[in-house]
């Protein structure tokens, strides 16, 4: 009998890649999405896809190629096959010994495409394994010819510098390049996909390789700031703006023009604030930049916030909850009414939150309706509403019609006034499960915001299952944190701990090219969970002041932000004056 493959999760877990935890994980997230277990583990994180194909090669007994190897260069030949072959599917071949082609494939288990190549080339295959996304990037930069770009590394291959030096040679092009592209665009949809080298003038370079390299870095937002005798270019790195460059000041016209052309918006158009919207392939994923442009002093200013479909897919588990809490998240979210509400200001992860919650909730025994303005990312199973004020589709159109739609599960993005308040909290006393943000500083502020909107306090009183209060922590990284033997004893004072707790606990960053010298890589959530019980309902119905509410929450063992952030200090997650900075509400500090 023939001996049995040993599955990849088998192979990763003896490799000491994963734990059975993540595992565990995977799996789940592979039979609820329909998804391979390999392309599951890559999306939570847990592994590269490098090393799947590994897993891959070693499964089905054959040969892995690194392509991102010095030793590969030259070793490819893409004259053996038709180049429309190679690229539909994404094959490379090496070369023709004895008889048969040696090739580099992605999947060993397409046994029809193998039968194919066969019948199209007349003759045998030696295949090899390599990972999916160093076979796109090798045909796009090798085979091609293109310059620069980054490679499989995630690395860029030049700087930014070398791109404007570019410029300033070829500028007789660059306004050339802009007219003709604007001939050219006909539709100017928002929606328009980008070709990441679809031209090859200078200008378009420099402005792709912005794109491109933003991403690589893990940046949320490029922001492009015109100033007197420059234009700055800014990447707003987990939560912290870093410049880049500066860029010389007789570029700018063309590259907030380019800009605007690919965000399919109105370039002659400068003195009134525009959106458009960027999509770009890179590494087999698609990437949106949702664009804004703000006439300014010196120029329009022009940010480019970066949605990953990956950010949204993370995981509860590693958004940062402790224990108690994702447990609490976990049981509220299936609740079969009622509202749930995350509150904190702008850049603090609510939308990844809820959508993380309905990530695990999306079923198809579920009917989930959002309400957004504007949709930031797409799931698949979930009927998404893009919010128009323009042509009179408000939040309150929406959700009067989201109603009668049947669903189990509501998300609105944002409640802003009383009346999308009041139907949301009618949905929810009408048997469904709403999810919600608001614009406050913790969670029990959130009850008086509500009624300051206008909302009758018993509705409040009456709706509302939970509160949650969230904010962003800078990550420390793993690659170079030490041990802080003498930390600040103000920012310890303000986390509520004594020199004592924190000797030998609380680390400093440090900084090394793993973290571009910032000593932090990636960010967590803190989180302030307030369940509504009896006590609250009543000071809700009689408007008590928030300092009441706060001290009957934190008696009935609701964790505040700062003492959140307290744990992963004691962790070695995250710093003191990281927690200081960014958990202080109001009546924090005193404690």
Not at 93 to 118: C, F, N, W, Y
Not at 141 to 161: C, D, F, M, R
Not at 239 to 263: H, T
Request: proline share 4%; hydrophobic share 40%; with cysteine.
């Amino acid at each position: 009998m023939a001996r049995s493959r040993k599955k990849i999760g088998e192979i990763l877990l003896g490799w000491g890649l994963i734990n059975q935890k993540q595992l565990d994980e995977g799996l789940a997230k592979a039979q609820s999405s329909g998804k391979r277990i390999g392309e599951a583990l890559v999306e939570l994180g847990f592994v590269k896809d490098d090393q799947i194909a590994k897993a891959l090669a070693h499964q089905h007994g054959m040969e892995y190629v690194d392509l991102a190897a010095a030793n590969m260069t030259g070793k490819v030949d893409g004259k053996l096959i038709p180049e429309e072959l190679i690229k539909k599917h994404l094959i490379l071949p090496l070369a023709k010994v004895s008889g048969r082609l040696q090739l580099v494939i992605h999947d060993p288990t397409d046994i029809e495409m193998q039968d194919l190549l066969r019948f199209r080339l007349n003759t045998e295959l030696e295949p090899r394994l390599a990972a999916k996304s160093q076979i796109k990037w090798y045909i796009e930069n090798k085979l091609n010819g293109a310059p620069g770009g980054v490679g499989p590394g995630g690395k860029p291959q030049k700087s930014l510098t070398e791109d404007i030096k570019m410029v300033e040679a070829g500028k007789s092009l660059v306004t050339e390049s802009i007219d003709k592209s604007v001939d050219r665009s006909v539709d100017r949809s928002v929606d328009k996909s980008i070709d990441v080298a679809a031209d090859d003038a200078p200008i378009v370079k420099l402005c792709t390789r912005m794109l491109v390299e933003a991403v690589k870095m893990r940046a949320s937002d490029i922001h492009i700031e015109p100033m007197a005798d420059r234009v700055r270019l800014r990447y707003r790195i987990d939560g912290v703006c870093m410049e880049r460059d500066n860029l010389p000041k007789r570029m700018q016209n063309s590259v907030l023009s380019r800009m605007k052309l690919m965000a399919g918006m109105n370039i002659a158009e400068k003195r009134v604030p525009q959106d458009g919207r960027i999509k770009i392939h890179m590494d087999e994923t698609q990437i949106d930049f949702r664009v804004s442009a703000c006439p300014a002093y010196h120029g329009e200013s022009i940010v480019l916030r970066i949605l990953r479909p990956d950010s949204v897919k993370i995981g509860l588990v590693n958004l940062g909850f402790e224990e108690d809490n994702l447990a609490v998240f976990n049981r509220i979210i299936r609740r079969p009414n009622g509202i749930f509400l995350v509150t904190g200001p702008t850049g603090s992860g609510k939308t990844t939150t809820l959508y993380s919650a309905l990530d695990v909730l999306n079923r198809p025994d579920r009917k989930i309706i959002t309400a957004e303005d504007p949709i930031e990312y797409n799931f698949d199973g979930i009927n998404q509403v893009q919010i128009n004020e323009k042509i009179g589709l408000s939040f309150k159109e929406v959700l009067k019609s989201m109603l009668r739609q049947a669903p189990n599960i509501i998300l609105v993005g944002e409640i802003r006034d009383r009346e999308v308040g009041e139907i949301a909290i009618q949905a929810a006393l009408t048997g469904h499960l709403v999810f919600s943000t608001l614009h406050t500083n913790d969670a029990p502020s959130s009850i008086t915001r509500l009624i300051d909107m206008g909302i009758k306090p018993f509705l409040v009183a009456s709706s509302i299952q939970a509160i949650m209060a969230q904010r962003l922590l800078r990550v420390l990284c793993k690659h170079c944190k030490a041990i802080d033997p003498n930390p600040d004893p103000k920012y310890l004072h303000l986390c509520g701990m004594t020199p004592d707790e924190a000797r030998g606990k609380a680390h400093k960053n440090v900084g090394c090219d793993q973290c571009n010298n910032a000593g932090y890589r990636g960010r967590q959530a803190i989180f302030e969970m307030m369940l509504m019980n009896s006590e609250i309902r009543e000071m809700a119905f009689n408007m008590a002041p928030i300092e009441q509410i706060r001290k009957a929450a934190l008696a009935a063992g609701m964790r505040s932000l700062v003492q959140d952030g307290k744990i992963k200090i004691l962790k070695g997650v995250t710093t003191p004056d990281e927690v200081a900075r960014m958990a202080q509400v109001e009546g924090e500090a005193k404690k």
